[in-house]
């Protein structure tokens, strides 16, 4: 089993920036794939990004591509978002995943979910 713990979630008004951090806890944090979802309101859950176990991989949605970076911490089981240049578009809730392989680009790729965390983004 794995435990995801999202923080940094809040609102920032548009053209600012957030970093998002995700704890892993249960299992080998290093043999994972990480990513992030979001799911905003009245809309389905869409991909953002993914990081394999040991980042040399990425996986950007093309519409954060150039604006969000993943990046992770293995010694300290945690994966960061970092979020630029915010629009009120990317406001939702951000969910941290991971499994193994990957990183995957859909849902159902990932096993475990966190509760998620709300960025909202004023114009």
């Known amino acids: 089993q794995v435990q995801l713990v999202e923080s940094g979630g809040g609102l920032v008004r548009a053209g600012g920036s957030l970093t998002l951090s995700c704890a892993a806890s249960g299992t080998a944090f290093s043999s994972l794939s990480m990513g992030w979802f979001r799911q905003a309101p009245g809309k389905e859950r869409e991909f953002v990004v993914g990081i394999s176990w040991s980042g040399g991989t990425t996986r950007y949605a093309s519409s954060v591509k150039g604006r969000f970076t993943i990046s992770r911490d293995n010694a300290k089981n945690t994966v960061y978002l970092q979020m630029n240049s915010l629009k009120p578009e990317d406001t939702a809730v951000y969910y941290c995943?991971?499994?193994?392989?990957?990183?995957?680009?859909?849902?159902?790729?990932?096993?475990?979910w966190g509760q998620g965390t709300q960025v909202t983004v004023s114009s």
């Open positions: 995943v991971a499994d193994k392989g990957g990183p995957y680009s859909h849902a159902n790729g990932y096993t475990y």
